[in-house]
């Protein structure tokens, strides 16, 4: 079992950034792939991006060149760094982990993932 605890988020202007961290316990995250997804309100959730076990990134067109997501798996920890917010940034943030053996694979689906954290909101005012 991985239990995955994000924080982070808060109440921030347009063009302003915020980092957002999952923190992982019970596991060791170096055998997973991490993923971030994202849900506003009335809104289905969608993927933002992922990282593989071996630190290769994927990000939606949304926000390619302004988001950027790690690893530091000697802190068990997942970090999504968020640069030049808009408020249709606005949603809860969730990180999420998959046990996989592939070091390159990369998941985008939220099915794929088997373990979710709670979330951490992040609103943008205009």
């Known amino acids: 079992q991985v239990q995955l605890v994000e924080s982070g988020g808060g109440l921030v202007q347009a063009g302003d950034s915020l980092r957002l961290s999952c923190a992982a316990s019970?596991?060791?995250?170096?055998?997973?792939?991490m993923g971030w997804f994202r849900q506003a309100p009335g809104k289905e959730r969608e993927f933002v991006a992922a990282?593989?076990?071996?630190?290769?990134?994927y990000y939606a067109d949304s926000v390619k060149g302004r988001f950027a997501i790690s690893r530091d798996n000697a802190k068990n920890t997942v970090y999504l760094q968020t640069n030049s917010l808009k408020p249709e940034d606005t949603a809860v943030y969730y990180c999420a982990a998959k046990y996989h053996i592939t070091y390159s694979a990369i998941l985008l689906k939220d099915e794929e993932y088997d373990y979710w954290g709670q979330g951490t909101q992040v609103t943008v005012s205009s």
């Open positions: 990282v593989s076990r071996g630190s290769d990134t």
């Open positions: 019970g596991r060791t995250l170096s055998r997973y792939v």
